[in-house]
């Protein structure tokens, strides 16, 4: 599956529940797929989307908070894994598009092959990790995870492709902040 079909494929999925995306191509594919006032696309600081849906977690424990991650905005922040599984917000989805690389700098290769984040995240205590290589096993396991008590920790291993003719996010830092806030506490 490629990165760029497996951001589509969360987003399709999506009814009114807020999402926080990673820094990087993952937010701009997210923001191409379906901007919607319920995404926040987190500018720069890399690593942080998962401690911003923590927090929007707990904020919010009516609403289940889906984060799109990286697998180097993961590995920068092992940290965050403990923490959300400590504070275990039974709201929260975080979903790890895993290509291998840090694509939106230039493909250098993270340590994802080496480290298997899934199980960091499960022996962290999340309720729910898995692994999804297919197209159709991520829909079904994201479907599952919106429908289940969480923590819920999805690693999806993707081939590094995402188009670099993609558009960035044409909204201010300001204006994300302001719709993302207005959207998530409706
Ligand atoms: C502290 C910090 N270091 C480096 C960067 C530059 N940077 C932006 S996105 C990114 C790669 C993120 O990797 P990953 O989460 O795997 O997402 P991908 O680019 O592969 O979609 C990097 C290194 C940054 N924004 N902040
Ligand atoms: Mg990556």
Redesign the pocket.
């Known amino acids: 599956m490629k990165?760029s079909e497996a951001v589509a494929a969360v987003m399709a999925e999506l009814d009114d529940e807020p999402v926080v995306n990673?820094?990087?191509?993952?937010g701009r594919?997210a923001f191409t797929a379906r901007d919607r006032e319920a995404n926040f696309y987190m500018i720069?600081?890399?690593?942080l989307a998962s401690s911003m849906g923590l927090g929007v977690a707990l904020a919010q424990p009516g609403k289940k908070i889906v984060v799109l991650?990286?697998?180097?905005?993961?590995?920068?922040a092992m940290g965050t894994l403990a923490m959300i599984a400590a504070a275990a917000p039974k709201n929260l989805v975080h979903v790890?598009?895993?290509?291998?690389?840090?694509?939106?700098?230039g493909?250098?290769k993270?340590l994802?092959s080496q480290i298997e984040l899934e199980k960091v995240a499960k022996s962290s205590g999340y309720k729910n990790s898995l692994v999804v290589t297919e197209l159709d096993e991520l829909k079904k396991a994201f479907r599952t995870a919106l429908d289940s008590d969480g923590p819920s920790f999805i690693l999806v291993k993707v081939e590094?492709n995402?188009d670099h003719n993609t558009g960035r996010v044409t909204h201010t830092p300001e204006e994300i902040k302001r719709r993302f806030m207005t959207a998530a506490s409706r």
């Open positions: 990165g990673a820094n990087g191509f993952i594919e720069g600081s890399m690593g991650d990286g697998d180097g905005n993961v590995l920068m790890t598009i895993d290509n291998g690389v840090y694509e939106s700098t493909n250098q993270t994802s590094p995402f």
